[in-house]
T-cell receptor, first 117, second 109 residues
């Protein structure tokens, strides 16, 4: 079975702390993504990566950075956590969808619910 | 970003009835995908329809795509209480997918 594993389901951090959210996939997928999900706003793309050491900004990258040193691991970093970063964070991976272009099916982790106090 | 928009925002039906959700988007796409999310969990992929396809079936799911109207619909037939979840459409033409805000489906016994 394909699997995307997020290191923590629930985290509570204090304002100003540095926060690491880890995501590991075991499917040898090229593409990996970080989204955040908030009530009424749906899923918003923070960053994605289409290869090791490659990263691209999504729609809301401010306040976040990412690291992809190995193909299977994609980390989201909050350099200095703020209360407005309280959210559900979802990691996903995929392969390209082939000749038709675009991205194929995304496989999601179970999510990491972060609360910043 | 080319975000899809689902309609309705919420839908309540009884078991055995059909549920139809719609998605509209704004720009050209390579494919459109539908996902399901149970409360507090990650999203699960349901079906992918390519831009050159008009209809696709998977079990009790039927998806249509009308690229001229930039819209798609997801039909769940003979719904069950276990179908209670949020459903999202996702569109993209590059590496990443953009998701709508979802339709919350409640199926009551």
């Amino acid at each position: 079975d394909v699997k995307v594993t997020q290191s923590s389901r629930y985290l509570v951090k204090r304002t100003g702390e540095k926060v690491f959210l880890e995501c590991v996939q075991d499917m040898d997928h090229e593409n990996m993504f970080w989204y955040r999900q908030d009530p009424g706003l749906g899923l918003r793309l923070i960053y994605f990566s289409y290869d090791v050491k490659m990263k691209e900004k999504g729609d809301i990258p401010e306040g976040y950075s990412v690291s992809r040193e190995k193909k299977e691991r994609f980390s989201l970093i909050l350099e200095s956590a703020s209360t407005n970063q309280t959210s559900m964070y979802l990691c996903a991976s995929s392969v390209p969808s082939g000749l038709a272009g675009g991205t194929g099916e995304l496989f999601f982790g179970e999510g990491s619910r972060l609360t910043v106090l | 970003s080319q975000q899809g928009e689902e309609d309705p925002q919420a839908l309540s039906i009884q078991e055995g009835e059909n549920a139809t959700m719609n998605c509209s988007y704004k720009t050209s796409i390579n494919n459109l995908q539908w996902y399901r999310q149970n409360s507090g969990r990650g999203l699960v992929h349901l079906i992918l329809i390519r831009s050159n396809e008009r209809e696709k079936h998977s079990g009790r799911l039927r998806v249509t795509l009308d690229t001229s109207k930039k819209s798609s619909s997801l039909l769940i037939t003979a719904s069950r209480a276990a179908d209670t979840a949020s459903y999202f459409c996702a569109t993209g033409s590059g590496y990443a997918l953009n998701f709508g805000k979802g339709t919350s489906l409640l199926v009551t016994p």
